[in-house]
């Protein structure tokens, strides 16, 4: 069992940043890939960016492919999702989910899921 807990959403302005956490319980976290997933309202979860067990392997949206960054420190139980150049079509509910294939990009390959996190970026 993996429990996961995000934070580090909020308010920023288009062109900003912010850096999201996700924390995970259990000792045999680096036996999991991570990924950040994201709803805005009115849409269906989407996926947003991958990183494999150890962090060798990631793999990003089209859509935020070169603004966005996903990294992990396994000592620390904690994958990180930098945001930068945020733009108000990013405003969404993130979600951060675990899963013990070495990498996935669909949510129903995902088996633990935290409880979400906000992130509203204005204009």
């Known amino acids: 069992q993996v429990q996961l807990v995000e934070s580090g959403g909020g308010l920023v302005q288009a062109g900003g940043s912010l850096r999201l956490s996700c924390a995970a319980s259990?000792?045999?976290?680096?036996?999991?890939?991570m990924g950040w997933f994201r709803q805005a309202p009115g849409k269906e979860r989407e996926f947003v960016a991958a990183?494999?067990?150890?962090?060798?392997?990631?793999s990003y949206a089209d859509s935020v492919k070169g603004r966005f960054t996903i990294s992990r420190d396994n000592a620390k139980n904690t994958v990180y999702l930098q945001m930068n150049s945020l733009k108000p079509e990013d405003t969404a509910v993130y979600y951060c989910?675990?899963?013990?294939?070495?990498?996935?990009?669909?949510?129903?390959?995902?088996?633990?899921w935290g409880q979400g996190t906000q992130v509203t970026v204005s204009a």
């Open positions: 989910a675990a899963t013990t294939r070495v990498i996935a990009l669909e949510g129903y390959e995902y088996h633990y």
């Open positions: 259990g000792r045999t976290f680096n036996r999991y890939a």
């Open positions: 990183i494999s067990w150890i962090g060798y392997s990631t």
